[in-house]
């Protein structure tokens, strides 16, 4: 079967001026991307933003992308019970090949992500970045930044370690004592009163499901409003 | 060769090193350790089941680590000797276990219950086939925190 010569798509005018050539060009041509693609690489950063403290938030996504891969390879031996929680990291850690490793980047890029996301964002406040028209990707950020420290929390229990328990209780009971819809967030968080399997269940949901998907849909917003607005002027 | 034409292979080179550096831990990564796969193991084949007295205690060794079989009416455990305080052979005495170095004593379920030693004798994974012990890795349900039991990951 054949197509007819009537249904085969028609070359974009950008497309007959200039084709790519190779495998990434294969992709462009066929989308009609040429355009969009050089507006986008072609951009000039200006030269008082050529500075490290420009670049935190770019390292914050850095470690998110690393702290994404190496938590998809955690979640391979990990097993949210509570019987089982602590000796799977324990296994993943003493018997698995480079177990300890993948789970020490995981460790030590979630810290530091944290650190980065707040850098960033005194980066932006001190340089007056959250001014008009920024303000809506101001509170992105700061959404981003509530996120960044839920995944803190919420990662933090899944050992099921002593420290893991009762941090967990305490940051738990702080939930509680908000006036009004205080009990209500302690028992949605704990899966009841106490601190119990649901808790661990309700966790790592929030930890593996919920917060990455809340948080690709704000980066890609934010970082579409960055292009969208420019880097913001000199102080 | 031009110039730009060399770096260009160079680039790739160091490239595919960083990925190999990547993907090489990934894949060792993917593949299950054997203490959880099911399987036992390495398994050492410890001797005829008649070679192990009832109500005693009879020193083998597993994989030239030394061990003790215990046989408790046909339940066979098989005991690490190695002290859990600071590494010594534990000696065997009917059914009780006591470090030679520091004093540590074990019950006969493996639990310290004299001198410096806090935590229990590690067990092998165990089992009897044709009418011999077989005896596999380290039992790790036992192994209260990373790096205690370190002959079985060094």
């Not at chain 1, 009971?173 to 028992?187: E, M, N, Q, R, W």
């Not at chain 1, 661990?200 to 499901?209: I, K, M, Q």
């Not at chain 2, 034409?5 to 680039?11: I, T």
Request: proline share 6%.
């Amino acid at each position: 079967m054949s197509i007819s010569a009537d249904r085969v798509p028609q070359q974009t005018p950008s497309e007959t001026k200039r084709r790519k050539p190779g495998l990434v060009g294969w992709v462009v041509n066929r989308l009609g991307m040429d355009d969009t693609m050089e507006d986008q690489y072609n951009r000039v950063v200006p030269f008082h933003a050529t500075n490290y403290v420009y670049c935190l938030g770019g390292i914050a996504f850095v470690l998110f992308l690393i702290l994404a891969a190496t938590g998809i390879m955690l979640a391979v031996y990990y097993q949210p019970t509570p019987d089982n929680a602590y000796q799977s990291v324990l296994t993943l850690s003493t018997h698995v090949q480079f177990g300890w490793w993948i789970r020490s980047i995981h460790r030590w890029s979630a810290g530091a992500m944290v650190l980065l996301v707040f850098l960033h964002m005194l980066r932006v406040f001190f340089t007056g970045a959250f001014k008009r028209p920024r303000e809506l990707n101001w509170l992105t950020g700061v959404a981003l930044l509530l996120i960044t420290m839920g995944f803190g929390f919420t990662g933090y229990l899944l050992p099921w370690d002593q420290k893991a328990y009762w941090a967990t209780k305490v940051g738990t009971d702080i939930a509680g004592s908000i006036p009004l819809i205080g009990h209500f967030l302690l028992v949605s968080l704990r899966g009841g009163e106490q601190i119990s399997a649901a808790t661990l269940g309700r966790f790592y949901d929030l930890h593996v499901l919920v917060l990455p998907a809340l948080i690709l849909i704000l980066l890609l917003g934010h970082f579409f409003m960055i292009r969208r607005h420019g880097i913001s002027g000199r102080l | 060769m031009t110039r730009s034409g060399f770096l260009k292979w160079l680039l790739g080179i160091f490239g595919a090193i960083s990925l190999a550096g990547i993907v090489y831990p990934v894949l060792r990564f993917l593949k299950p350790p054997a203490a959880l796969s099911g399987a036992i193991g390495q398994v050492a084949n410890v001797g005829p089941l008649s070679g192990f007295a009832a109500g005693q205690l009879t020193t083998v060794a597993v994989n030239d680590q030394p061990a003790a079989v215990q046989n408790l009416d046909g339940k066979y455990t098989v005991y690490s000797l190695i002290c859990t305080h600071l590494g010594c052979v534990v000696e065997t005495a009917g059914d009780a276990f006591r470090c030679p170095c520091h004093g540590s004593e074990f019950s006969p379920t493996g639990v310290a219950t004299r001198g410096p030693a806090k935590l229990p004798l590690p067990t092998y994974h165990s089992q009897t086939q044709n009418g011999s012990l077989l005896v596999g890795p380290i039992d790790l349900s036992r192994v209260p925190y990373p790096g205690w039991y370190k002959g079985e990951f060094s």
